[in-house]
């Protein structure tokens, strides 16, 4: 009976040195992969820790921008009341000033045209006196002549009489005519002055009330200012947030994505 052949494998250098590279690669990739998560988990505790940080001073910032805001607002609003209640006293006193003036030239009007009367009640009665001693005069040289001068000292008298009369109705008439006139130019100015006073008053008012609409206006218009001002850096904050984001984002994928092919190629 033949002896069945034996075969004997006989480790070489070359199986071993294959074995050991082999395990080798696979120590460096599972190191590789440990090292990759690690810095996977340092980067996202960094960007979440930087925008933890930044929400907090964006967040910082509002409150301030707000605070500011409202601070001005209460300071606009207590220097319109201001100026308010001072506009309401000056026209208050402009007022009380006119009234105050009209009241005087009225009472001023008023005396003169008392005293004027008065005067023409004297001048009328003094001229009346008059007229009745100078009739009684030739009344009386009537009646101490004959009866021709008697007669032609009542034709007198009556002339006289009735030239009086007339000549005290003229007066009179005059006199009634200049004081209505008087009383009409006076009545004519303290028209035209309280005209002018209210026109002055009015257009004070209207000054006052423009220039607090412009005041309030400018206001109004720098606060819209610092609010788009605000929203613009609070939307450039985002955009460029959401840029780091999506670059980080890509960083992995490209990380990730060379890390695999190395591995492939190992």
């Known amino acids: ?55 907090e001073a964006q967040a910082a910032e509002q409150r301030l921008t707000a605070q500011k805001i409202g601070q001005q607002e209460r300071q606009t609003l207590a220097a319109s009341g201001v100026q308010e209640r001072l506009n309401i006293a000056a026209t208050g006193q402009q007022a009380r000033t006119t009234a105050q003036t009209v009241g005087q030239q009225e009472r001023q009007t008023q005396k003169q045209l008392l005293a004027g009367q008065a005067l023409q009640i004297g001048l009328t009665g003094k001229q009346e006196r008059l007229t009745t001693r100078v009739a009684g005069e030739e009344q009386r040289l009537g009646i101490a002549a ?12 009556g002339e006289e009489q009735r030239l009086g009369i007339r000549a005290s109705g003229q007066e009179t008439r005059e006199t009634q005519k200049q004081l209505l006139a008087g009383q009409e130019s006076q009545i004519g100015l303290t028209g035209e002055e309280t005209r002018k006073t209210t026109r002055v008053a009015g257009q004070e008012a209207r000054e006052t009330q423009g220039q607090l609409l ?14 788009r001002a605000t929203v613009g850096k609070t939307a450039r904050e985002q955009r460029t947030t959401d840029l780091q984001q999506e670059m980080f984002r890509r960083y992995k994928e490209e990380r990730d994505y060379n890390q695999s092919r190395q591995a492939y190629r190992s």
Do not use: C, W
Request: aromatic share 4%.
């Open 1 to 55: 009976m033949a002896d069945t052949p034996v075969t004997i494998q006989i480790p070489t250098q070359s199986l071993k040195t294959q074995t050991s590279l082999s395990e080798l690669a696979q120590s460096q990739k599972e190191f590789n992969m440990k090292l990759g998560a690690k810095l996977d988990r340092q980067n996202e505790e960094f960007f979440a820790g930087q925008d933890i940080r930044r929400f």
């Open 146 to 157: 004959t009866g021709k001068q008697e007669r032609l000292g009542t034709r007198v008298a």
């Open 214 to 227: 412009t005041s309030q206006e400018r206001q109004i218009g720098l606060t819209g200012e610092e609010t």
